[in-house]
């Protein structure tokens, strides 16, 4: 278990993960030189950063999803025109090779499968195919959705912007502007920003989850905390080359 939070921690860049790797440089430089100093600011810093709560405290303001049971049914159908989703997400056994579709991308396509069959609405779907590499061939959506009548499916985007700029164009084809939009709850800020500059309306996120819903767990250090803050950071620097570049 400390094996994969540790990969998980230090895959990519991440302030949590360097804080970790620099702990024992630190140490080894203060017992060196007598500086002790950056070696008890990186242990604040990492005792702050394992505790959930600090983490979850970034993420308030972005966490803007509404989740999937908390969704009224009855309403769904007078707010939007139709139905999106963002279901890019593989994984990869990297003893065989073999790239699957992830869990929560599963999920979401039978959450928004389940949506369509109550709520006769157009389902966009974007990231499917394609998405799994040279090791997978991907079989259509109508093997795993029952949706067949109601479906469009998109492929291609390559990251939330591209994923936007797709769906905004069949909206548009369509000749509709407000959409519910099924992504993943740490995205979902973003997602609604971009759609809402391809001049879209988007009064409801979906997600599985928010990440800022506070428990007592959440004063208590773990690495979950370290996650927290490694999503956060992620996201916020993914907002501000989004607003540099002019997308949102």
Not at 15 to 29: E, Y
């Amino acid at each position: 278990m400390l094996d994969y939070a540790l990969e998980q921690l230090v895959d990519g860049i991440s302030l949590p993960g360097v804080l970790l790797i620099s702990l024992p440089i630190f140490l080894i430089f203060g017992w060196v030189s007598g500086r002790r100093w950056l070696f008890y600011a990186n242990t604040l810093c990492l005792i702050a950063m394992s505790l959930p709560i600090t983490g979850k405290a970034l993420l308030i303001p972005i966490d803007v999803g509404t989740p999937f049971e908390d969704v009224k049914l009855d309403e769904i159908g007078d707010q939007v025109d139709a139905i999106a989703l963002i279901a890019s997400g593989a994984v990869k056994d990297k003893h065989s090779n073999i790239v699957v579709i992830s869990t929560g991308a599963l999920f979401r396509l039978k959450r928004a499968e389940a949506l369509v069959q109550k709520v006769p609405l157009p389902l966009i779907v974007s990231g499917v195919e394609g998405m799994f590499g040279q090791n997978l061939k991907p079989q259509g959506l109508t093997d795993i959705l029952d949706v067949p009548d109601k479906l469009i499916e998109i492929s291609g985007a390559k990251g939330t912007a591209e994923h936007a700029v797709k769906i905004a164009s069949v909206m548009e084809k369509l000749k509709i502007k407000r959409l519910a939009v099924f992504v993943t709850g740490i995205h979902a800020y973003r997602t609604k920003r971009v759609l809402e500059a391809h001049n879209l309306q988007v009064p409801l996120v979906i997600v599985g989850l928010n990440d800022a819903v506070f428990g007592w767990r959440d004063l208590v250090p773990s690495f979950n905390g370290f996650f927290y803050w490694k999503h956060a950071l992620k996201e916020y620097a993914g907002l501000i080359v989004y607003k540099w570049h002019d997308i949102i």
